[in-house]
């Protein structure tokens, strides 16, 4: 299954039990000074969950664009050594707004792993809160999991909340066991661990409380559900990749990477991290642009000048002295401007906004080298 494909198939299974397709909104939170971008799927509707705004419709679906750098989520530093973090990525979601709860969460969960995407279930490892009984008898009688796969954790991993002020909840994920030979070999090596075995790709946020300033937490009007499921690690879940990035999703951007530095497959490999780096931050900054947003220094230009220039900064250890992340860009521009046409619209202002940028670094280079936070 392609990139294109598992997102087709994933909202038209949950179209087809009545939830309405929802565009992804803009990286930018609309009327949120809060959040400096959108950073699940969530974002776009959380003033649903606490009953400040009205929709014409109880379930929703989407594939959202989400950053997470620079605020409560932040992945920048994990990029490059992590297979499967990034700063730019989509997330799949279904949406409960006061209508099915835990129950129905997780038997869609299980049924679009299992029959739709084909994943066989004895490699599939919830989790859930270790206070939440309800939902641990749910995975055993819904999903028929045996109690030796499923694995109770404590908030840090199983409580979800946007932000430190919001809707939040209880949360159970899915986890896919990639087999022995990524473990770290200890004997109680479950989810949870660090290890790259198994790996966490669906989030089920069962919303029902509200996080105030002080950390207190109130009821929502209504019980609700929010999950996150990770596109990039489905793909690479689904295609057998060792990571993220050997997927048909971010191939033809390395492949325009290495077209630049003129690598032997081999030299690509053991560059591996300044590869993943350049085609993540790629994706960020072609979408970030298209949403509006400018290199500065303040807030959220601040972040983007940030990865703009780690971007660089890793394409220096490849040899790439001049500008380069039109190119790069251009990439990310004709392999995901089908479904996300903003970024086809605004082609011009992305190759021109990254181009001045470069200069513009290059310029402050040769004046005061490299800053120390280009790390
Ligand atoms: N909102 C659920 C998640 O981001 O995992």
Not at 315 to 335: H, M, Q, W, Y
Request: glycine share 8%.
């Amino acid at each position: 299954m392609d990139s294109n494909e598992l997102r087709t198939r994933y909202l038209a299974f949950f179209e087809e039990r009545g939830h309405t397709v929802v565009p992804s909104s803009s990286l930018v939170p609309a009327k949120d000074p809060t959040l400096l971008f959108a950073n699940s799927g969530m974002v776009p509707f959380k003033d649903v969950f606490t009953g400040a705004e009205q929709k014409p419709y109880t379930r929703a679906t989407s594939a959202q664009k989400c950053v997470r750098a620079g605020g409560k989520h932040n992945d920048l530093e994990e990029v490059g050594p992590s297979t499967r973090h990034h700063v730019f990525f989509e997330m799949l979601g279904n949406f409960s707004f006061g209508d099915y709860f835990k129950r129905e969460a997780i038997a869609y969960a299980w049924d679009f792993s299992t029959r739709v995407l084909g994943l066989d279930p004895s490699r599939l490892w919830p989790t859930v809160n270790h206070v939440d009984d309800e939902a641990y008898d749910l995975w055993r009688e819904v999903a028929g999991v045996p109690e030796d796969r499923l694995t109770r954790l404590g908030d840090e991993d199983n409580f979800w909340q946007m932000a430190d002020v919001g809707p939040c909840g209880y949360n159970s994920e899915i986890f896919y066991d990639r087999g022995e030979r990524y473990g770290c070999g200890k004997a109680d090596c479950r989810p949870g661990c660090d290890c790259d075995r198994f790996w966490e790709y669906w989030n089920l946020v069962f919303m029902e409380f509200f996080q105030d300033e002080n950390g207190v937490r109130t009821p929502l009007p209504k019980t609700n559900v929010d999950t996150g499921l990770g596109f990039e690690r489905t793909l690479a879940i689904l295609q057998g990749a060792e990571s993220n990035y050997e997927t048909d999703l971010f191939e033809p951007i390395i492949a325009r990477i290495q077209a630049l530095t003129g690598h032997s497959d081999e030299q690509r490999k053991r560059e591996y991290i300044a590869y993943r780096v350049i085609a993540d931050h790629s994706r960020a900054i072609s979408f970030l642009i298209a949403d509006g947003v400018l290199p500065g220094n303040e807030g959220r230009s601040y972040v983007l000048r940030r990865i703009v220039r780690r971007a660089i900064r890793y394409g220096r250890r490849l040899g790439l002295d001049g500008p380069f992340l039109s190119d790069t860009t251009a990439a990310v521009i004709e392999k995901m401007g089908g479904h996300y046409t903003e970024l086809v619209e605004r082609r011009q202002v992305i190759v021109d906004t990254v181009r001045r940028e470069e200069e513009h670094f290059a310029r402050t280079l040769s004046r005061v080298g490299w800053p120390s936070w280009t790390s």
